[in-house]
């Protein structure tokens, strides 16, 4: 299983600088007159007069402040396209990876680690022959595989919930310029080694967006309660011995 976890590490990378949200960020009404409502619009949160070290830590602890989010985008993995949906509650999530033809579902709650790749992920990332990458998914079906505890390849896919290390640059960090993304204010945190964090300037100071040349990566839905983030009946669990 030692391809797999080359895989891991190239599907974790995500650009260094991984984030990207939506928080929101309405511009408040100009008053018209003396009784005029207050408006509910969030204030200025006064990240983008601190160092570009103070806006990423306050990115970290809202995030994890948040518990819960989605992240959802494309970058390159090793020249080719990955593609991620992934729902995160703390240490549980809910999701996909796919890096060309190779897709694997993941899932952790209840404790437990789970995956369901598709046949080409067998073949590709965890370098088992087509006749039994064949043999494996019909075993499979539709069910989940139980992670062992004591499988470090596969449990390195569920790293990609850790926050410090999905906001974490991969050379220096320096401030960039502000940014309108949507309708949401930002300011830029550069990353020495390619690719720009994007920090809400307004409300919580969550990560908007991280952009590079190879695509763009978002984090939407904080605090959400995400109903279909729980563990599976053991009707749809199947236990290879992984």
């Known amino acids: 299983m030692k391809s797999i976890a080359a895989s891991a590490v190239a ?18 009404p100009a008053a018209t007159q003396a009784a005029a409502p207050t408006s509910a619009a969030p ?9 570009a070290d103070q806006i990423l830590a306050k990115s970290k602890a809202a995030l994890t ?3 819960s989010f989605r992240v959802k ?5 090793d020249g080719q396209k990955m593609q991620l949906d992934l729902e995160i509650n703390g240490t549980d999530v809910l999701g996909k990876i796919a890096v060309g033809k190779a897709v694997i579902e993941l899932l952790a709650a209840g404790g437990k680690h789970y995956i369901r790749p598709n046949q080409a992920f067998w073949t590709t990332m965890g ?3 087509a006749a039994d990458a064949k043999n494996i998914a019909n075993l499979m079906g539709k069910r989940w595989v139980v992670v062992s505890a004591k499988n470090k ?6 790293d990609i919930v850790n926050i410090d290390e999905m906001l974490k640059p991969q050379g220096t960090a320096s401030k960039g310029t502000a940014k309108q993304i949507g309708e949401y204010k930002t300011i830029g945190l550069k990353d020495s080694e390619g690719g720009t964090l994007y920090v809400a300037t307004v409300g919580e100071p969550y990560p908007i967006q991280e952009h590079d040349s190879d695509g763009d990566i978002n984090f939407t839905e904080f605090g959400k309660t995400f109903t279909d983030l729980k563990a599976p009946a053991a009707a ?3 236990d290879l011995n992984l």
């Open 73 to 77: 985008g494309s970058t390159d993995a």
């Open 236 to 238: 749809d669990v199947v």
């Open 127 to 129: 370098g088992a022959s």
């Open 11 to 28: 599907f974790l990378a995500v650009g260094g600088l991984l984030a990207g949200c939506n928080s929101k960020d309405d511009v408040a």
């Open 153 to 158: 390849d596969l449990n390195s896919f569920f």
């Open 65 to 67: 402040s948040a518990k």
């Open 43 to 51: 204030a200025d949160n006064g990240v983008a007069a601190l160092t």
